[in-house]
């Protein structure tokens, strides 16, 4: 996948404050703020640079307030390790352009395990026609 690079100045013109705080500063939305998910057949992209993420058959309500997946789309996210906040966390981002997207974790459920807990202003809904 091509790398997406631009300025921090064409992040901010592009994005919403809230987009570029948490995609950018790799910051984090608060709980329940993004409730506007559809539920018919559609792929989430990345706010950032339109690449595709998560379809919408891995989501699951996992009850923390912020959309959940249990597995991305092929080669679409990339993982670091994340020592903010004192603690170790595995930090998703965008494997196009790098925008943060939210935060993985072991306690998802099959087949995968996997618990992708996104911040719902990273994505952008994409409905399938």
């Given at each position: 996948m091509a790398k997406i690079t631009k300025t921090?100045?064409?992040?901010?013109?592009?994005?919403?404050?809230?987009?570029?705080?948490?995609?950018?500063k790799h910051g984090t939305e608060r709980a329940g703020s993004h409730e506007d998910f559809p539920k018919g057949a559609g792929v989430f992209h990345c706010v950032c640079c339109g690449a595709p993420l998560f379809d919408q058959t891995a989501k699951?309500?996992?009850?923390?307030?912020?959309?959940?997946?249990?597995?991305?789309?092929?080669?679409?996210?990339?993982?670091?390790?994340?020592?903010?906040?004192?603690?170790?966390?595995?930090?998703?981002?965008?494997?196009?352009?790098e925008a943060h997207l939210g935060h993985v974790f072991p306690d998802g459920p099959e087949p995968t395990g996997l618990r992708y807990c996104m911040n719902g202003v990273a994505l952008q809904f994409e409905p399938k026609e």
């Open positions: 921090d100045t064409e992040w901010r013109a592009q994005l919403s404050d809230l987009a570029y705080k948490v995609t950018r699951f309500d996992s009850g923390t307030g912020w959309p959940s997946f249990y597995a991305p789309m092929d080669r679409a996210v990339g993982e670091s390790e994340d020592r903010k906040l004192f603690m170790r966390r595995t930090e998703v981002h965008c494997a196009a352009c």
